[in-house]
């Protein structure tokens, strides 16, 4: 209301990476800050404590599965190493979730313990908009506490989605919300989705010896390098998940089992097939978290065909005093890096003097799929659609995993860089293992505009898999064959 | 007199058929004079047969002993005993040797160089003689040479080192368990060794006479030394080996080592199943007749100096790698120099080795990877109060689960405060420290500044985002 002044000079709503790390920023400017964090029950019931997404049922979780399954590989490669292991070797699901649950909680208990140290009061309240300055907070309980605050940043992000209208989707699947947070294997799952999430939890679930099926719709990986994605989907094939491709399910049921069987439409043959699962896994995509915010009441605009929020350059809505960041923003890459980035400038122009804007260009992100793929910049496709004279560098090298003759994997390298004489870099791609470690320096490295050329008087280090790309020189142009065996 | 040769290569090595891509007729003589112990291996040198390769596997299985135990945190069970079969890893790392040294002898001659497997040394101007194995010898001449003989270990001088123990030379092809090891010397080959070795559950000593990894940053110099003896590897600082006996016969023997204070008059005594000397290398430039042609070498280390475009004081003589003074000891160093000095030769092109921020990693049980001025070099050259430090300790993701080595790894770059805090100096001490610090090398060839730095987004989760 006009006239009593705003209790808080900044409100952010949701405690996720973006949330956190905008509050804990402004707070070191010596301003009254609070958040609010509330998580929904997942409709099997799943919640989780502070921390957003990537703590509690993202990039952390995930990445914790993922090293598991790589360490199956791993004792596999041990073997061959001259590690006598005794057969058989298996998997518990139980030891490791409990594992990933206990260190998720110690940072959910981290960043409560963070937000005190630097004096942000913390809210387990779900908000909602009563005016532009004033928030309605509910807890679990249904107890009520109006908190009246200058500026407010949204950062409520996104939940995963549910094919609504496919019967028994709701009942009956899980979504990574779920999975992570499992108390018992998952058994045989279908995982449903072409995204990174259906193809990184389809990659783990192989990984520590699940029977697992993928379920898409149409290509992997839309809006990644689809020559990239067609890799990772062959290599998890020769991995063992199982794909059914341009499929969609029409129903889940539940058998007496207590399996759960699915039918899926396959487009290819226009046949209908069914199979029965243990566990059904949702990952067609995620939605804003914005329905319980009461956003009309204070006209906040939404995208009309996603539903995410508008902002402008400096993260700020139609309303004057209200920004957002992170997943829930329109246009935005949905990456914990660039949310944190994104909260940590604000704060620092809404409090400390700075006129810094977030440079959303060149974001590098990687896939953690057994066989990673990390980039930064422009694919293939996207050079093409900017009609960029470019070049396309690559070299495929066969199995980097020397000692295993079993094993054929083709890792591949590629750099696009514009054609004219000074060739700046504008994509860089690398299938292989730690492809994150890769690819970070690279990443800079194209922020600084670096050249081919640039690239090619950079010395290698030997041996990685990385000083590949020092080397790179075969254009796709040319047609020579980009294969390299051994050293 | 055999056929004029546009250009030979004496005791060459990998990245050299480049000449021959021009048309050039090439001749590579390459030779491995045997070890002490009587080891020798095929075409390749250092790297592929005695250095990067096989380390970099044998580092693997090290890698992949603390793996085994950190899965069983991940969920997977089997049994509690596991053991390391020495035997299994090095003919699995043999066999692969033995298929680089095939594919270089089929590139070689797909790219029609002539190949022989002889001992070269000059004899006169434009000339060599190569002798091979059963002392057979010709003569061959040549429009130019290069010189890319490399080096080998350095033995101490005293009694009973050559006859009683190994040197990395024999390490990596030993036809038995080396067993309870002492490790002589602080240089990389020596920490890198040590670090597998009891990786795969040796027990190992490493004996120092100063400092670790002279010539590296002290800082993480030390912090390595910190990680390996928490892991178990017991140091024996500032003593030299002053004889090595042998007390028994065997595969492996056992011997007794009598070792000298640096720094007054004590004597200590130990036992060891196996002595491995990592002192240092000396380059193979003093019997190659390079005084029949005028090769000026530095007499004291051995070293040829050149200019650079890779050229020795005789206009046709030109040498690249190890053997090069002042220059890195480095596989894609020699590579690079090589390739690009054909090119200037017979194609025209102008490029020269840019042997400035040329990144290296020192694969250590806790990996360090580096580019540019140590912490130590950056003061020196531009004054405490010019430089800025940004540092930081971090927990790899992976290590969080199995609970093990929090806030050892670490992160720093060093930036020039008077150039726009470019960054002159990358520092990386984790898994994967290669991987991640070949990026950051191109982006310091770019002259990259922290401000760029900071605007760069990390990927999350990995290592290296704690760099940005």
């Not at chain 2, 046709?316 to 000891?329: N, R």
């Amino acid at each position: 209301t006009a006239a009593a002044k705003p209790f808080y000079d900044l409100l952010v709503i949701g405690g996720g990476s973006g949330g956190l790390a905008c509050a804990k920023e402004a707070a070191q400017f010596g301003r009254k800050v609070a958040v609010l964090d509330y998580v929904e029950p997942s409709p099997q019931g799943t919640k989780w404590g502070l921390g957003g997404t990537c703590v509690n049922v993202g990039c952390i979780p995930k990445k914790l599965m993922h090293q598991a399954a790589l360490l199956g590989s791993a004792l596999k490669d041990a073997q061959h190493y001259g590690w006598n292991i005794a057969q058989p070797v298996h998997h518990t699901w139980s030891l490791m979730a409990q594992a990933v649950q206990n260190y998720v909680k110690s940072l959910n208990w981290g960043h409560r313990v963070q937000l005190q140290d630097k004096k942000v009061k913390y809210f387990n309240m779900k908000g909602s908009f009563s005016d532009p300055y004033t928030i309605r907070g509910l807890t679990k309980a249904g107890k009520e506490t109006v908190v009246t605050a200058e500026n407010i940043v949204i950062a409520t992000g996104g939940r995963p989605k549910y094919p609504t209208h496919i019967a028994g989707a709701l009942e009956y699947g899980i979504t990574s919300d779920d999975l992570f947070w499992l108390k018992k294997s998952p058994g045989k799952t279908l995982v449903v989705g072409a995204s990174y999430v259906s193809l990184e939890c389809a990659g783990f679930l192989t990984g520590i010896g699940l029977d697992t099926t993928v379920m898409m719709r149409s290509i992997p990986l839309r809006g990644f390098d689809q020559q990239m994605a067609s890799l990772v989907t062959e290599h998890m094939e020769s991995y063992g998940t199982k794909f059914l491709k341009r499929c969609f399910p029409t129903k889940v049921e539940k058998l007496e089992s207590n399996r759960l069987q699915v039918t899926w439409k396959n487009t290819d043959l226009g046949t209908e097939e069914t199979d029965s699962f243990d566990t059904v896994m949702w990952a067609v995509g995620r939605a804003p978290d914005t329905e319980a915010l009461n956003l009309e009441a204070v006209g906040v605009k939404t995208n009309s065909e996603t539903g995410k929020i508008v902002v402008d350059a400096s993260e700020a809505t139609s309303v004057p005093h209200i920004y957002a960041i992170g997943d829930i923003t329109e246009g935005r890459p949905e990456l914990t890096p660039t949310a944190i980035a994104a909260g940590k400038l604000l704060a620092q122009r809404l409090f400390g003097q700075s006129s810094e804007l977030m440079d959303y260009d060149n974001v590098p992100t990687t896939v953690f799929t057994p066989l990673e793929y990390g980039c930064v910049g422009l694919s293939e496709e996207m050079a093409d659609l900017g009609a960029l004279q470019f070049h396309l560098i690559q070299l495929h090298a066969l199995s980097l995993n020397v000692l295993r003759k079993d094993l054929y994997v083709m890792y591949c390298f590629q750099v696009v860089c514009l054609r004219e004489r000074e060739q700046r870099i504008l994509g860089l791609h690398f299938i292989g293992p730690n492809a994150g470690e890769v690819i970070q320096g690279f990443a800079l490295g194209i922020k600084c505009g670096a050249t081919y050329p640039q690239l090619m008087k950079t010395i290698g280090i030997h041996p990685t898999c990385a000083e590949e790309i020092t080397k790179l020189h075969i254009t796709k142009r040319s047609g020579l064959d980009a294969t390299v065996t051994g050293c | 007199m055999k056929n004029l040769l546009n250009m030979l290569k004496v005791n060459g090595m990998l990245g050299n058929s480049e000449a021959a891509k021009y048309e050039k007729k090439v001749m590579v003589l390459d030779f491995v004079t045997p070890t002490p112990l009587g080891n020798s291996w095929g075409l390749g040198g250092t790297c592929v047969n005695v250095g990067c390769i096989p380390k970099k596997l044998m580092h693997q299985a090290a890698l992949l002993g603390q793996a085994l135990e950190d899965s069983r945190k991940f969920g997977w069970q089997f049994t509690e005993e596991v053991k390391h079969n020495w035997m299994t890893m090095t003919e699995s790392v043999q066999n692969y040797i033995g298929s680089l040294n095939w594919g270089y002898r089929v590139a070689l001659r797909e790219k029609k160089v002539t190949y022989e497997n002889a001992y070269g040394e000059f004899v006169g101007p434009h000339t060599v003689k190569a002798t091979n194995k059963r002392g057979v010898e010709k003569l061959y001449t040549a429009e130019r040479f290069l010189i890319a003989t490399g080096e080998r270990p350095r033995y101490l001088g005293i009694p009973g080192d050559k006859e009683y123990c190994i040197s990395s030379d024999d390490l990596f092809s030993l036809p038995y368990c080396p067993g309870k090891t002492l490790v002589v010397g602080a240089s990389y080959v020596a920490l890198e060794c040590a670090g597998f070795l009891a990786g795969l559950g040796l027990d190992v000593t490493v004996m120092v006479r100063s400092i670790l990894l002279r010539g590296f940053d002290q800082d993480i110099a030390n912090k390595i030394g910190e990680y390996m003896e928490g892991h178990g590897i017991n140091f024996i600082r500032e003593f030299v080996p002053i004889k090595v006996e042998q007390i028994e016969e065997g595969t492996p023997g056992r011997l007794k080592v009598i070792a000298k204070s640096t720094k007054g008059n004590q004597i200590i005594e130990g036992e060891y199943n196996t002595v491995l000397l990592a002192i240092g290398r000396d380059s193979c430039t003093r019997k190659i007749g390079l005084d029949k042609v005028g090769v000026q070498i530095n007499e004291k280390t051995g070293k040829i100096p050149v200019n650079d475009e890779e050229q020795t004081n005789v206009p046709y003589i030109y040498a690249v790698g190890d053997i090069l003074q002042d220059k890195l000891e480095l596989t894609p160093v020699a590579i690079q120099a090589g390739r690009l000095l054909v090119q200037r030769l017979y194609a025209g092109a102008t490029s020269k080795c840019d042997y400035v921020n040329v990144p290296t990693t020192v694969f250590t049980p806790l990996e360090y990877g580096a580019c540019g001025y140590s912490e130590e070099t950056a003061v020196e050259k531009f004054g405490e109060e010019n430089i800025e430090v940004y540092h930081s300790h971090f927990w790899p993701l992976e290590w969080t689960v199995p609970s093990r080595d929090n806030n050892k790894c670490y992160a720093k770059i060093i930036c020039n405060i008077q150039d726009n805090e470019r960054v002159i100096g990358f520092h990386v001490l984790g898994p994967n420290a290669g991987e991640v610090t070949q990026g950051f090398a191109a982006a310091i060839k770019c002259g990259m500044t922290k401000e760029q730095l900071d605007s760069t987004i990390g990927i999350h989760p990995v290592c290296a985002e704690v760099c940005v």
